[in-house]
């Protein structure tokens, strides 16, 4: 099995409980397990439970890490998906979730993207699908075409890329 968090920053390694590869392919993972998935997230099952940072794994193979404490806004659009903003002061990162359901409850948790995972910080990853997968997922549950990652240093670029991207999120300037 592939250690998931060999790519991740040295100094976040050892806090970022791994999930095995069948998780991430949608398979509940055994019972006594702190952790659980389904196609587009794995999360934390414990009420209490905390994760330090969300992966999120792109299709290409490679995958990147924020720390929770850097996530300073998100909004949930069903038509488009959600756009979270992290920033650690000198750079902020825009990551756009596109998928549909993202607010669905999975599992015997009933957690979600929204309100009940990542706002909870529950959330330790999340992943683009591959198209057989997204064909299984149309029957309700949570599904992610595809996962966008920029940075900015200033709010006119971030401003530029969502109108590119995702115009539904841009606010009137006012």
């Not at 592939?2 to 976040?12: K, S």
């Not at 095995?20 to 993972?29: F, L, N, V």
């Not at 669905?104 to 529950?122: E, I, K, M, S, Y």
Request: aromatic share 8%; with cysteine.
């Amino acid at each position: 099995m592939r250690d998931n968090n060999a790519g991740a920053p040295a100094h976040l390694r050892n806090y970022i409980s791994p999930v095995a590869r069948a998780d991430s392919k949608g398979q509940e993972a055994a019972s006594d397990s702190e952790e659980g998935s389904c196609p587009a997230f794995g999360f934390l099952r414990g009420l209490e439970a905390r994760a330090i940072a969300v992966e999120f794994r792109l299709a290409s193979g490679n995958s990147e890490w924020f720390a929770y404490h850097c996530l300073v806004s998100w909004r949930h659009n069903p038509s488009v998906g959600l756009l979270l903003k992290f920033t650690n002061g000198d750079v902020t990162s825009l990551v756009l979730i596109c998928g549909s359901n993202l607010d669905a409850p999975v599992g015997q948790a009933q957690v979600n993207l929204t309100d009940r995972g990542l706002h909870r910080q529950r959330i330790v990853y999340i992943r683009e699908m591959d198209e057989a997968e997204l064909r299984q997922a149309r029957g309700g549950g949570p599904s992610i075409d595809r996962i966008d990652i920029a940075e900015f240093e200033t709010v006119e670029e971030q401003r530029e890329w969502l109108k590119a991207r995702a115009p539904a999120f841009l606010r009137k300037q006012g």
